[in-house]
């Protein structure tokens, strides 16, 4: 095991419930924190267990799943620890071709309405190595942080079964809302249910806590996203247990659908850096829950610049009915550990 990078402060065993507590917006003693993707390159430990492995094969094996889960928590003692998969692996399930080169690469897009008939059969057995790391990481934390689940949007998974290798633009995507608007609503409604199925399968392995990544909601105008991401993400929620654990959404760059993003029913809104956080607390922190929001780029600053940017972060999120402490994005490969480690830390001890 790594030695922790500086003083890491792990936390006791109300970490678990501190998450919990964060995410319904009730009192708790600091906000709890994590990162998307914390489980990564940036880790040596993560790269030598790398070697040797593809990604796919990564994902598909529960052991390594779980330990590469729980390195980051090891080094730093987050209050969360999300499970080591990606949005895509439940497709594999309907007969979707997929691999990694090194991004997400599809070999039969969906483009037509004959094509719908490939997204057959179901993601269960796809996603059963992710729910058995949930367990195993379970099994090994207890209470002493949360396990959070996490499935892709209906518009993010139409996004790239649709285009291989996708456009900043979603060429394909979009041209087809505007050509076939019912083409995309048949697509959505059963990548709906893929996703919904995806979140229930962790819910029963034990996940504490779920969020939904839309990363391409923000190509949408506040009216399109509506009609269609919206709407999918409505079917979604519909479709989870009445006693689910809490919901987090997250979609980059969406400052224009904080509204919308809140009015899908989640307990929590994830929001990015390009937000000013008090803003973010101001339109719709009375409501929900917000993560975030600090540039990812900031933990590559000497300690005592990621101090102050934490501070700061903290300061307006207290506007908001509850906080979980994150990045607005995911955990960049050239961020140093000590950089990650001061973030934690200064959350940390915001509580004392």
């Known amino acids: 095991m790594e030695s922790p990078v500086g003083e890491t402060r792990r936390p006791g065993p109300a970490a678990r419930e501190r998450f919990l507590r964060a995410a319904r917006g009730q009192p708790v003693d600091r906000p709890p924190v994590w990162l998307m993707r914390q489980a990564g390159r940036y880790l040596p430990e993560y790269r030598r267990v790398r070697e040797g492995s593809s990604f796919l094969e990564m994902c598909r094996d529960p052991d390594t799943a779980a330990e590469v889960s729980l390195q980051p928590y090891r080094r730093f003692g987050m209050d969360g620890v999300v499970v080591f998969s990606d949005i895509l692996l439940p497709l594999a399930g309907l007969g979707i071709e997929l691999d990694f080169d090194p991004g997400p690469r599809i070999a039969n897009p969906i483009r037509s309405r004959p094509d719908l008939a490939n997204l057959d059969g179901s993601a269960a057995g796809a996603i059963a190595p992710t729910c058995e790391a949930i367990r195993r990481i379970k099994a090994e934390l207890g209470d002493a942080a949360a396990v959070i689940g996490f499935a892709g949007a209906p518009w ?14 979603l060429t394909t995507l979009v041209g087809l809302s505007y050509r076939e608007p019912a083409l995309v609503d048949r697509l959505l409604d059963r990548l709906a249910e893929v996703a919904a199925e995806t979140l229930c399968e962790q819910i029963a392995a034990g996940a504490d806590a779920l969020q939904i990544f839309d990363t391409w909601a923000d190509v949408l105008s506040p009216e399109r996203f509506e009609r269609f991401a919206g709407r999918a993400l409505r079917r979604v929620v519909s479709l989870l247990p009445a006693d689910r654990p ?30 000013d956080f008090a803003e973010a607390a101001r339109r719709v922190g009375g409501r929900v829950s917000l993560q975030g929001n600090l540039d990812p780029l900031a933990l590559t600053a000497p300690r005592e610049r990621i101090e102050a940017e934490v501070a700061a972060m903290l300061a307006k999120g207290r506007a908001a009915r ?9 955990v960049l490969p050239s961020v140093p550990p000590e ?10 001890r915001s509580g004392e």
């Not at 959404?249 to 929001?271: I, K, W, Y």
């Not at 509850?322 to 995911?330: E, F, Q, S």
């Not at 950089?339 to 940390?348: E, N, S």
Request: charged fraction near 15%; avoid cysteine.
């Open 246 to 275: 809490p919901l987090i959404l997250f979609a980059r760059g969406s400052t224009h659908l904080l509204e919308a993003l809140a009015d899908v029913g989640p307990e929590v809104v994830s929001v990015d850096w390009r937000i």
């Open 322 to 330: 509850g906080h979980i402490a994150n990045l607005g994005h995911g």
């Open 339 to 348: 950089g990650v480690g001061a973030f934690v830390q200064a959350v940390q």
């Open 156 to 169: 993010t998974l139409a996004a790239y079964v649709t285009e291989s290798p996708l456009s900043r633009e």
